[in-house]
């Protein structure tokens, strides 16, 4: 079985600064891509940025220039570095992996964290 466990969400201050990770853990065969998705009050679930697993980037124009993904394959980990925070990143962030699990070989799977809440607020 598969688990992502996310970390580091918080309250913060606007202009604040806050860095989530992601560690996947479990029968794990590969790691495909990586990245965070966020669901703000009353609204839809959103990619905010996506890793490969030869680390090309993909970010949501809202957060290009501000917020960083980056990963650590050795660690299965998948990490997001936000800056300047405001307001409207208020959400509920989801890590979201692409994985092959040892037992389903080589069939690729979704697997989404349990969801960290951040609030960015004065």
């Known amino acids: 079985q598969v688990q992502l466990v996310e970390s580091g969400g918080g309250l913060v201050q606007p202009g604040g600064s806050l860095r989530l990770s992601c560690a996947a853990s479990?029968?794990?065969?590969?790691?495909?891509?990586m990245g965070w998705y966020r669901q703000g009050p009353g609204k839809q679930r959103e990619l905010v940025a996506s890793?490969?697993?030869?680390?090309?980037?993909n970010y949501a124009d809202s957060v290009k220039g501000r917020f960083t993904i980056s990963r650590d394959n050795a660690r299965n980990t998948v990490y997001l570095q936000m800056n300047s925070l405001k307001p409207e990143d208020t959400a509920v962030y989801y890590c979201n992996a692409e994985i092959v699990d040892i037992h389903t070989i080589p069939r690729r799977q979704n697997y989404w964290g349990q969801g960290t809440q951040v609030t960015v607020s004065s």
């Open positions: 890793i490969t697993s030869g680390g090309s980037t």
């Open positions: 479990g029968s794990i065969f590969s790691i495909y891509t």
